[in-house]
């Protein structure tokens, strides 16, 4: 090491924007504490927002408007949240380690795969506990993805991304029909019918508590794997020459994207894109740093489900309008628009 | 003790066999080339060496230890690779690229430390990219984006450097630049530089020692004097070759070649002379 090190001079300019991470990080929470709060007061009864912060901190189960909040409103809000941190975190991961930009939780078959095994246990099982279906539904998504990656990998020429969309897209199709079939078949189509369409109206409480360790357990393992997948996200050659043990990182990274998918397919249904789309907008805002993309995809992943689900609930009131058919009607043009451009920025 | 010895191996892709009972030992502190047709296992090879492929058989040993036995950070403290098509994702800066050279240096989440930062800046100021060092990658050309690749591999601090086909797809001038940076970094930092090369004359006059492959075995190896012969060239790559003497490093050089097998070897010698 000859040369002089110039530390002084420039050394925050020389790396990639880690300023407009924060600000989105802060910025995304603040909106993301305002939007949740307008989320609550907005509805078939609007109730002020005087109300809903009384209703949060000072619950009074005498008054209507506070359990409306209590019971209804707010674990629907929580857990459009906390989906939109599972479908964006999860895309991220899926995208930057297998360098695939058009991954997606529910272009790769892991949401079908999820909303299938669901739809058996419903059949099957009715009145199986939360605790278990959510197990269930993580064991669906590592079905689905195995099927498309099965089925993408049996075709000559190895796994492009195009070639596993083309996988997913079957895949989702054949498991979507069975579990259509298997709704009609055991009359369980009412129970399953929000699931399609996608909807957080039966969000409970009893759901929030047990889907957030897991999430929260698979967050910070994707926060520890960041740095690697960043590595990943340049080949795998790169990785294995820096040390990195990818085989590691590959399983941890998987298991961690089905746990979140599964997660969220069991609270809202097989609802696509999110995962798609998030990561694009957040690398183009915060540049290829997972260390910064995972925790700001997940922060504008909530912002943008809770939103559906506001748009849900407003669109056509007193009837919701399906928020997976919402997220579909930007997330199409978007695919449309990542597909044409052939993926060749990542 | 060698650096680098590869003792025996058998490499492949699923059932398909590349490579079988392959041993050579590369010298330290020396610039090593591999070349040969195409197909003939020379990527293997340095695939195998840089623990991308599974060795079916065999060794490979990095300071007389197997790498199978020794942590893969470990091994990437003492050799870098830069694999033939590295491409960076778009929205990092040079310097953001560099940095992760210092991975197996690091524990836990990464912060850079002084020395770390030390390794990082002085990598770009040897590649010459000091001037650059805030532009996003994609922002670069092919021959300055082959050099933060290399500032990567420099950064990662290691005695031995591999590198597969690092000219490739680069015009003449940068093709000669990397080569020389690469001399450079031979001469001036002592690494030991094994690469694969497709340039014959770029081979024979930048390195120390080269070795000819053929259907997954080495034909010949040795100094650019006893493997740039007609007869190997021959043998090796099937061309009727014209030699001459490079006027910069005074080894063989192909003046020119064809594919007729019979016409007898006519070395030039003119340079010489």
Redo the contacts between chains.
């Keep these: 090491?000859?040369?002089s090190?110039?530390?002084s001079k420039?050394?925050k300019?020389?790396?990639?924007r880690p300023v407009a991470a924060v600000f989105i990080i802060i910025g995304g929470l603040i909106s993301l504490v305002l939007l949740i709060g307008l989320s609550i007061s907005y509805g078939a009864a609007d109730i002020d927002l005087a109300t809903v912060w009384t209703a949060v901190f000072q619950f009074n189960p005498d008054a209507t408007a506070h359990q409306i909040i209590q019971e209804l409103r707010l674990p629907r809000v929580l857990g459009a949240a906390l989906v939109g941190i599972c479908f964006a975190v999860s895309g991220a991961l899926m995208q930057g380690m297998t360098r695939n930009p058009l991954a997606d939780s529910g272009l790769l078959g892991l949401n079908a795969g999820a909303a299938f095994v669901l739809a058996i246990c419903f059949a099957f099982f009715p009145g199986l506990p939360y605790m278990y279906q959510i197990l269930y539904s993580f064991l669906g998504a590592a079905l689905g993805a195995g099927l498309v990656y099965g089925v993408g990998a049996v075709a000559k020429g190895g796994l492009t991304p195009m070639r596993l969309i083309l996988a997913g897209a079957a895949v989702s199709a054949l498991l979507t029909a069975l579990s259509e079939g298997i709704a009609i078949y055991y009359r369980i189509g009412q129970d399953l019918a929000f699931w399609y369409a996608g909807g957080l109206s039966g969000t409970k409480w009893e759901h929030l508590q047990i889907m957030t360790p897991w999430i929260a357990v698979a967050l910070i393992g994707a926060l520890?794997l960041s740095?690697s997948i960043?590595?990943l996200?340049?080949?795998?050659?790169?990785a294995?020459?820096?040390?990195?043990?990818t085989g590691v990182t590959k399983f941890f990274g998987a298991i961690i994207i089905l746990i979140l998918a599964g997660a969220a397919v069991s609270v809202v249904g097989a609802v696509g894109f999110v995962g798609l789309i998030i990561p694009h907008v957040t690398?183009?805002l915060?540049?290829?740093?997972y260390?910064w993309i995972i925790p700001c995809s997940a922060i504008l992943g909530a912002l943008l489900v809770v939103v559906a689900d506001f748009a849900a609930r407003m669109v056509n009131p007193p009837y919701e309008t399906p928020i997976g058919a919402l997220i579909a009607f930007i997330g199409v043009p978007f695919f449309l628009y990542l597909a044409r451009k052939g993926g060749r920025?990542? | 003790m060698p650096v680098l010895t590869v003792d025996d191996i058998e490499v492949g892709y699923a059932n398909n066999t590349i490579i079988d009972g392959l041993s050579v030992t590369i010298p330290e502190k020396k610039i090593t080339t591999i070349l040969g047709p195409n197909g003939c296992g020379k990527s293997t090879l340095l695939?195998s060496v840089?623990?991308?492929l599974k060795i079916e058989r065999g060794a490979v040993l990095l300071d007389g230890q197997s790498m199978k036995k020794l942590p893969?950070?470990?091994?990437?403290?003492k050799?870098?690779?830069?694999?033939q098509?590295?491409?960076?994702?778009?929205?990092?800066?040079?310097?953001?690229?560099v940095?992760?050279?210092r991975?197996?240096h690091q524990r836990g989440?990464?912060s850079l430390k002084k020395e770390d930062?030390?390794?990082i800046?002085?990598a770009i100021?040897?590649t010459g990219l000091s001037e650059l060092?805030?532009r996003?990658i994609?922002a670069l050309s092919g021959g300055q984006r082959q050099r933060v690749w290399i500032a990567m591999?420099l950064a990662?601090d290691t005695e031995i450097l591999?590198l597969d086909e690092p000219t490739t797809y680069l015009d003449m001038a940068h093709q000669l630049d990397i080569l020389l940076l690469l001399k450079k970094l031979n001469e001036e930092e002592g690494k030991t530089i094994v690469m694969v090369l497709h340039d014959l004359n770029h081979a024979s006059r930048f390195s120390h020692y080269m070795i000819a492959m053929k259907d997954g075995a080495i034909v010949t190896e040795g100094a650019p004097e006893t493997v740039m012969t007609c007869g190997n060239l021959q043998q090796v790559f099937n061309i009727q070759a014209t030699l001459a003497a490079c006027p910069f490093s005074q080894n063989p050089i192909c003046l020119s070649y064809q594919l007729t097998k019979e016409t007898e070897c006519l070395q030039q010698t003119a340079a010489h002379s």
């Design positions: 090491m000859a040369v090190v110039q530390q420039g050394s300019k020389e790396r990639s520890l740095k960043t590595m996200s340049f080949g795998e050659e790169v294995i020459g820096l040390g990195q043990r690398r183009f915060v540049g290829s740093d260390r920025e990542l | 695939k840089a623990r991308v893969t950070k470990e091994i990437a403290k050799m870098a690779i830069l694999p098509s590295a491409e960076a994702p778009s929205g990092l800066t040079i310097f953001d690229l940095s992760y050279g991975f197996p989440f990464g930062l030390q390794a800046h002085w100021d040897v060092k805030e996003p994609e591999a990662q591999i």
